[in-house]
């Protein structure tokens, strides 16, 4: 009995995708490229858009009242991912790689109460630790005491050294069942046959592990580490929720995202500047760009090919 085979013809592939094309160039290719094009204008003493060229960009990057305030935001921000990098990651791969044993009891439970802080608003997890943490009426303390630890407890919150790493802190803690259940599922995809044969030969669990399973779950790594920079550099909510948009104390939790906003809609006695703002995103969408496009050609090349 022969089978009929159904070829896709042009219009139907249009038909299927034109929703979504639609969709995504109403309400993300073009305010992007409207974005983009915004922050090589400014306006002039009518308030009529003129075209400036470069030199948004050049009052951002080297004018001294604007330069400070974008590079301090920028090596925040790299902090900010490089704690993620440092914490998420690892201990994400440690929990998947525990969660995927077979016989650990309770896995489902352990795996629904770590990955459940990522479905809640981050303006309820910042009110939240802002509680915990908070020096008057705070638990931080007293949960510190029950471990012997009280005398480490400080105002993290409230101080320029620890601001931005303590809000870092508690972005991982919310966001860790992310990089845990895309490498879980990684994880549950290695070939049984394989982890079979490996015993057989007489290989322990954690030989297994670093030349059998890590290598062949390198792609997905790559993906969850270009997934948190993209997010880590479109971060604005926590630090916002938590530290409002002057992101204190001293700017010391400033970021990409918190700039933007000041400069774009303004701010207490800032001034919004729709173009200086755009200039701000445009500069932003090229440092995500700048990384995607190195992922891209230093790692899922390599990748691709090891893969081969």
């Known amino acids: 009995m022969k089978h009929a085979v159904h070829t896709v013809r042009p219009w139907q592939l249009v038909l299927f995708l034109a929703p979504a094309l639609l969709v995504y160039t109403l309400f993300s290719a073009m305010p ?5 094009a915004q922050g090589f204008f400014s ?3 009518n308030g009529k858009a003129v075209f400036a060229g470069l030199e948004n960009f050049r009052t951002i990057l080297l004018d001294p009242d604007w330069s400070a305030g974008f590079w301090n935001a920028m090596v925040n921000n790299a902090r900010f991912f490089a704690i993620h990098m440092l914490l998420q990651n690892p201990v994400g791969l440690a929990l998947a790689t525990l969660f995927s044993l077979k016989g650990l009891r309770g896995a489902r439970t352990y795996r629904t109460l770590i990955f459940l802080p990522t479905l809640l608003s981050v303006v309820i997890i910042g009110f939240i630790w802002q509680l915990i943490l908070s020096p ?3 638990v931080g303390e007293k949960l510190l005491g029950f471990a012997g630890l009280a005398e480490l407890f400080a105002p993290w919150l409230g101080q320029e050294e620890t601001a931005l790493t303590a809000l870092s802190i508690v972005s ?10 895309l490498i879980y599922a ?5 070939p049984d046959e394989i982890v079979e044969a490996a015993h057989v030969e ?4 954690l030989r297994i592990f670093w030349q059998i399973k890590l290598p062949l779950i390198y792609p997905t790594l790559g993906l969850v580490t270009i997934l ?3 997010a880590n550099f479109n971060a604005f909510d926590l630090i916002y929720s938590v530290k409002g948009a002057l992101a204190g104390p001293n700017y010391s939790t400033d970021i990409l995202g918190t700039l933007f906003y000041r400069t774009f809609f303004g701010y207490q006695a800032q001034v919004g500047n729709a173009y200086l703002g755009s200039a701000v995103a445009t500069l932003m969408f090229l440092v995500i760009l700048a990384g995607v496009g190195v992922y891209f050609v230093a790692v899922q090349r390599r990748l691709t090919r090891y893969a081969l």
């Open 32 to 36: 992007l490229a409207q974005t983009l």
């Open 202 to 205: 007489g290989a322990s669990a």
């Open 172 to 181: 991982v803690w919310q966001y860790i069942g992310m990089p845990m259940m």
């Open 228 to 230: 948190t920079f993209v």
């Open 136 to 138: 008057l009426w705070g």
């Open 43 to 45: 306006a002039d003493e």
């Open 186 to 190: 990684a994880l549950l995809a290695v």
